[in-house]
């Protein structure tokens, strides 16, 4: 599978992205998706995720409550709407895709397979 994400920018801390994240390709199992992001200087972290089926999902402690993952299953996209943001949510984003991955491993980066190409989200002060 191929992943695009999109949406990333410039805004100001308190203000809102939402960033899309479309899958293309010929395998048409039911995938996992996840959102990660990269900070300068920093290792890359978990963000949220979605089980494809069911719709089940999942934060990181510092974007619950601000962020949503969500999914349209006819346009094979997913979303991650972005509120409050906040200058420490400075990050490039990367979209990520997994097939048949334990409940457990969602949040963790090497159980995904496919990623996107990242997009940047700065939140100005």
């Known amino acids: 599978v191929q992943l695009q994400a999109s949406g990333g920018g410039l805004v100001q801390a308190g203000g809102s992205l939402r960033l899309s994240c479309t899958a293309s390709?010929?395998?048409?199992?039911?995938?996992?998706m996840g959102w990660f992001r990269q900070a300068p200087g920093k290792e890359r972290e978990f963000v949220a995720a979605i089980r494809w089926t069911g719709g089940s999902t999942f934060y990181a402690d510092s974007v619950k409550g601000r962020f949503t993952i969500s999914k349209d299953n006819a346009k094979n996209t997913g979303y991650l709407q972005m509120n409050s943001l906040k200058p420490e949510d400075t990050a490039v984003y990367y979209c990520?895709?997994?097939?048949?991955?334990?409940?457990?491993?969602?949040?963790?980066?090497?159980?995904?397979?496919?990623w996107g190409q990242g997009t940047q989200v700065t939140v100005s002060s």
């Open positions: 990520a895709a997994r097939y048949d991955g334990i409940l457990s491993t969602i949040r963790v980066e090497r159980s995904y397979s496919y």
């Open positions: 390709g010929r395998n048409r199992r039911s995938y996992d």
